[in-house]
């Protein structure tokens, strides 16, 4: 049950490399997730479903759950996921619409200098008070094309005779739009910048899901090395009871003088030597254990960092010995490596640049039109003093009082040097590009054959190990025999029980190799996700 629930670990981590070419409509709601958004980071996750009698009881498998889960490494790389996501949301910025108001109040009292202004005296002052709203509305679209829309309205009263209006009101409604015709017009320019930002994002989530691999397979490391520590452990401890065993009857010989007294130092020098190479095991495997617990997320809580581990992987392989053919690994490798997919996105994002960059080395050429209607309204006194009020509103959306309005626009750079830097730096970039890609095909190339080579030395040493395990184990009893008949002497066992013991860490080593050397063998290929259910092309939302 716990073993299925790293489809879901892996959807919350890996779910951003998906194509995010369908994602057209991206939204600060939806990115904005509750565990961006709190200011505290959460506790180790489902560490409690492993313990079981007071210990921590972990499969490779359970390990690489835990380590998706809480590896602090993990999370923090995949937080440049989320810095694409929200760089991709940014680049929709240029098309928001844009919606302005404004309204202001202008009053002023002047000397007349006029008679047109109708005070009625030389000394009377002029007044006149104006009222101005206006609601404008715009936005620019794909095409590179702008579309304005605007009301406006002005009040205004005055003290002046002459006026027909007064107070009079004067509305215009204005429709315009700007076309680009060469520089930064046309679809490629203005959805550069977001095909950029989505390819950003392609990038970072294949980046991530390179990193999660490495992180996996320093996760399998990390057991591996916790399991052969263990097993040295195991040995040194082994071996100092059969040299405690050869002291004790040593000691009981030289007691009934059956042994001269300077040769029982031999042996209870082995129990000394011995000795210290348990104690130094038993550092060992704890600082092995206590690797596995960060990278698990252990650490992050006392709680599970003081309990004990319990590893349920042994060493030995189980069934046929994996085989591999070098091309065949390298096809696949250069199929699946999720760092392929990071270079191919870098390089298309480079020609986008150069084609924008040429794109900015053109004139700017600009069509622009412009219609409004326009609407008188007010207050007005007829000849019989009788007062008459009029709407501008009713006239502006009339349409007698049109305006119409056109403008062809020409800026010829003559040098353009920021134009011509910027297809400089794209050329650069794409050179660049291409030489990481070269260097990364050499590096994989490099990883999969030494991988490769890694497999089949294990395989072999493992083999060798077994025969010589079984020949030391003989050699062991055989020198025990001629001991206990009195045809040698205490040398030889010691000596016997030092090969062993180094017989069998020869091939707790061999086979710990060979488990490493089929993650690596993974992990070169781009296929080390497959064996824990980590399918990243088949993650949905």
């Given at each position: 049950m716990?073993y299925?629930?790293i489809?879901?670990v892996?959807c919350?981590?890996l ?8 994602q057209?409509k991206?939204?600060y709601?939806?990115?904005a997730?509750?565990?961006i958004r709190s200011p505290?980071l959460?506790g180790?996750?489902h560490?409690?479903n492993?313990?079981?009698e007071g210990k921590?009881?972990?499969s490779l498998?359970d390990a690489?759950v835990l380590t998706?889960e809480?590896n ?5 790389q995949?937080?440049?996921?989320e810095f694409?996501?929200?760089a991709?949301?940014?680049?929709h ?6 919606l302005t108001?404004?309204y ?6 002047s000397?007349?200098f006029t ?12 007044k006149?008070?104006t009222q ?10 794909e095409?590179?094309t702008?579309v ?6 002005n009040?205004n009263f ?8 007064n107070?009079?009101v004067s509305?215009t409604?204005n429709?315009?739009?700007?076309q680009p015709?060469?520089r930064n017009?046309?679809l ?6 977001l095909?950029i930002a989505r ?7 294949a980046?991530?899901?390179a990193?999660?691999?490495n992180?996996?397979?320093q996760a399998?490391?990390?057991y591996?090395l916790?399991?052969?520590?263990r097993?040295?452990?195991e040995v ?12 004790k ?6 007691e009934?003088?059956?042994?001269p007294?300077?040769?029982?130092y031999?042996s ?14 038993e550092?060992?495997?704890?600082q092995a254990?206590?690797?596995?617990r960060?990278?698990?997320?252990a650490?992050?809580d ?8 319990e590893?349920?992987?042994k060493p030995?392989p189980?069934g046929e010995l ?5 091309a065949t690994?390298l096809q696949?490798?250069?199929?699946k490596r999720p760092?392929f997919?990071a270079?191919r996105?870098?390089l298309a ?6 084609r924008?960059a040429?794109?900015?080395l053109?004139?700017?050429l600009?069509l622009t039109?412009?219609y409004?209607s326009?609407g ?10 009788q007062k008459?009020?009029?709407s501008?509103i ?15 626009s020409?800026s010829l750079?003559l ?6 830097a910027e297809l400089g730096n794209?050329?650069?970039s794409?050179r660049?590009d291409?030489?990481t890609?070269?260097?990364l095909?050499?590096?994989v190339?490099?990883?999969?054959s030494?991988?490769?080579?890694q497999?089949e ?5 493992i083999?060798?190990?077994?025969e010589a395990?079984?020949l030391a184990?003989?050699t062991m009893?055989?020198?025990q025999?001629k ?6 002497t ?9 090969e062993?013991a180094?017989a069998?860490l020869?091939?707790?080593q061999?086979?710990?190799?060979y ?12 296929e080390?996700?497959?064996p ?5 092309a088949?993650l949905?939302?």
């Amino acid at each position: 049950m716990k073993y299925s629930r790293i489809e879901l670990v892996a959807c919350l981590l890996l779910l951003s490399v998906l194509p995010a070419w369908s994602q057209q409509k991206e939204s600060y709601r939806d990115l904005a997730t509750p565990q961006i958004r709190s200011p505290k980071l959460p506790g180790p996750e489902h560490l409690r479903n492993y313990v079981v009698e007071g210990k921590l009881k972990l499969s490779l498998r359970d390990a690489v759950v835990l380590t998706l889960e809480n590896n602090s490494f993990v999370r923090v790389q995949e937080t440049q996921v989320e810095f694409s996501k929200f760089a991709l949301l940014g680049a929709h910025q240029p098309f928001d619409p844009l919606l302005t108001t404004l309204y202001n109040v202008n009053s002023t009292t002047s000397p007349p200098f006029t008679t047109l202004q109708g005070t009625g005296g030389a000394t009377a002052a002029f007044k006149n008070t104006t009222q101005f709203a206006q609601f404008n509305y715009s936005e620019l679209f794909e095409t590179g094309t702008n579309v304005q829309a605007g009301l406006s309205s002005n009040n205004n009263f005055t003290n002046s005779a002459f006026n027909i209006f007064n107070p009079y009101v004067s509305s215009t409604l204005n429709f315009q739009f700007t076309q680009p015709l060469l520089r930064n017009g046309w679809l490629f320019a203005n959805r550069a910048p977001l095909v950029i930002a989505r390819r950003n994002l392609q990038q970072s989530r294949a980046n991530f899901a390179a990193e999660v691999s490495n992180n996996i397979l320093q996760a399998v490391g990390q057991y591996w090395l916790v399991v052969e520590a263990r097993g040295n452990l195991e040995v040194a401890r082994r071996s100092m009871d059969a040299a405690e065993l050869t002291y004790k009857r040593d000691k009981r010989a030289l007691e009934l003088g059956a042994l001269p007294p300077l040769d029982i130092y031999r042996s209870e020098s082995q129990v000394a030597s011995r000795r210290v190479q348990v104690i130094q095991s038993e550092y060992a495997l704890k600082q092995a254990e206590d690797g596995l617990r960060m990278i698990i997320g252990a650490d992050q809580d006392p709680n599970f960092q003081a309990l004990d581990l319990e590893l349920t992987e042994k060493p030995e392989p189980e069934g046929e010995l994996r085989t591999i053919d070098a091309a065949t690994a390298l096809q696949e490798a250069l199929t699946k490596r999720p760092e392929f997919n990071a270079t191919r996105a870098a390089l298309a994002n480079d020609e986008t640049r150069v084609r924008l960059a040429h794109n900015h080395l053109l004139p700017e050429l600009d069509l622009t039109a412009q219609y409004a209607s326009n609407g008188l309204g007010g207050t007005q006194f007829t000849s019989t003093g009788q007062k008459v009020t009029s709407s501008s509103i009713n006239q502006l959306f009339g349409f007698n009082y049109p305006t119409y309005y056109a403008q062809l626009s020409l800026s010829l750079p003559l040098k353009n040097r920021g134009a011509k830097a910027e297809l400089g730096n794209a050329l650069v970039s794409r050179r660049t590009d291409l030489y990481t890609e070269r260097q990364l095909h050499e590096q994989v190339m490099l990883d999969v054959s030494n991988a490769v080579h890694q497999l089949e030395q294990s395989k072999l040493s493992i083999a060798a190990g077994k025969e010589a395990l079984d020949l030391a184990k003989k050699t062991m009893a055989a020198e025990q025999r001629k001991y206990d008949l009195g045809s040698e002497t205490i040398f030889f066992v010691l000596e016997a029980q030092t090969e062993l013991a180094n017989a069998e860490l020869s091939l707790l080593q061999a086979e710990v190799n060979y488990q490493l050397a089929v993650a690596s063998v993974d992990h070169a290929t781009g296929e080390l996700l497959e064996p824990y259910h980590v399918q990243i092309a088949d993650l949905t939302h």
